[in-house]
């Protein structure tokens, strides 16, 4: 306890030395922590630019802020960068100087040149490992608040799972979040409140999607993975200024209308079409040419579709090229027989979009199969629909009826493409030549 009468503190001086405290008090309050994560996999040019971004803003940060570099890939730290509280790091320029080491090795780490290395690893421009980057910041950060920037791009991609990478137009249902990380890279069920108090900034730059859907799409998928875990994501943008602005001055979020079906947990990578077909197999007339014997061992342009009259049910439809191919279904979207995407231009709305398989190999139709699943739904006397085959240019017709009013989520499909005595009131088996005409 200081003794007023006896110290050489006046009254005034205590309370000029309170308010000093409280002033350097409250900037320390008011600093702000930034992690940064950078794709080692972009060109030189796009990282020097993202360089000078950096430094720009180590100009403008203010007394007791800091910030974070991390490679976004490896997950090593770059450096770190701290504005002293002193009044001597008030201008941009000391407030540079006092950081050098940390800007000389983000310049070390932005002249390599990585593009021949993404080539040849088939790793695309601009990769950052997602979930794995923004864990490690939520595991490691310095405060329980922090700006978040990611410079690299939206799909994740990740050579040891390469089933659930992000290419091609290919992207996670919503589905994923709702299980655990050691059933999906995706997953968040174990990670209630992982994001706390982070806010993200995304910078995607060049980084290209196929149309709207895809777009929104990824978006969607993003904004839900980080609101689940208690995150924020406030900016999504190919602008880096926009990015950069937004991350320094407090943007608020946008407000949206995604929505996520506490219901649907469903693991299922969904590949939008790369080229857009000028008829769909939705839209082409129904052919009564009989396809000619030859094609039974040698179809070319083979492709299947299905349509529902359901608007909340989801079919899910299964291909398999002959007993030894690999099926062909939403848990597995490419295999070397063929390809299997959404349709979303002609899904009925509140669908997840009508299921379609393109086949780039001329296949026997004597041995192919097809089911056709009521995975999830409820809908009085079953789901009623249509499948269509195109071979050839000619496409042909076969309604189905599944009869049971709700889904089972595949459990009967392995045995059914295995079985051709199996009957099921959830799934129903084509064979091509049931349903095809054969001339001669």
């Not at 290209?208 to 900016?235: C, D, M, P, Q």
């Not at 320094?248 to 857009?276: C, F, G, W």
């Not at 499948?387 to 709700?406: A, N």
Request: aromatic share 8%; glycine share 6%; with cysteine.
């Amino acid at each position: 306890m200081i003794n007023l009468k006896n110290n050489t503190f006046t009254r005034n001086s205590v309370s000029a030395a309170i308010a000093l405290a409280l002033a350097l008090g409250s900037i320390h309050a008011n600093a702000k922590d930034y992690a940064i994560g950078l794709s080692p996999y972009s060109s030189v040019e796009a990282k020097k630019d993202q360089v000078r971004g950096i430094i720009n803003m180590v100009a403008e940060l203010k007394a007791d802020d800091t910030m974070w570099l991390i490679d976004g890939y490896s997950l090593e730290t770059i450096g770190r960068m701290r504005i002293p509280n002193n009044p001597a790091y008030k201008s941009k320029k000391a407030k540079i100087a006092a950081n050098l080491q940390a800007i000389g090795q983000l310049a070390v780490f932005a002249k390599q040149d990585n593009e021949k290395i993404a080539n040849t690893q088939g790793v695309p421009i601009g990769t950052i490992r997602i979930p794995q980057l923004l864990r490690s910041i939520a595991n490691n950060k310095p405060s329980s608040d922090i700006e978040v920037i990611l410079f690299g791009s939206p799909h994740y991609v990740d050579r040891s799972e390469v089933a659930f990478s992000m290419v091609d137009g290919q992207f996670p249902s919503t589905g994923h979040l709702l299980n655990r990380r050691t059933q999906t890279p995706y997953g968040l069920a174990d990670d209630k409140a992982l994001l706390s108090g982070m806010r993200v900034h995304w910078f995607y730059g060049s980084d290209r999607f196929i149309n709207n859907r895809h777009s929104s799409a990824v978006e969607r998928l993003w904004t839900l993975y980080t609101e689940l875990t208690n995150g924020k994501l406030v900016t999504f943008s190919e602008d880096l200024a926009t990015v950069l602005s937004r991350a320094t001055n407090n943007a608020k979020a946008p407000a949206h209308s995604y929505q996520l079906d506490p219901n649907d947990n469903k693991i299922e990578m969904i590949r939008l079409p790369v080229k857009v077909m000028s008829k769909s197999i939705r839209q082409r007339p129904i052919s009564s040419t009989a396809l000619p014997l030859r094609k039974l061992r040698h179809a070319t342009d083979v492709e299947v579709g299905i349509t529902w009259n359901c608007n909340n049910c989801d079919l899910d439809l299964y291909a398999k090229a002959n007993p030894t191919a690999p099926i062909l279904y939403f848990g597995n979207t490419k295999t070397p027989q063929g390809t299997y995407f959404k349709d979303y231009q002609y899904s009925p709305k509140g669908s997840n979009g009508f299921e379609t398989i393109n086949f780039k190999t001329p296949l026997d139709l004597r041995v192919m199969k097809f089911v056709i699943n009521f995975y999830r739904g409820n809908v009085v006397g079953g789901v009623k629909g249509e499948l269509r085959l195109t071979i050839d240019g000619k496409t042909y017709s076969k309604p189905f009826h599944l009869k049971s009013p709700k889904g089972n989520k595949g459990a009967d499909v392995s045995a059914l493409l295995s079985d051709n005595k199996i009957i099921s009131q959830y799934s129903v088996v084509f064979e091509p030549l049931k349903f095809t005409k054969v001339d001669g």
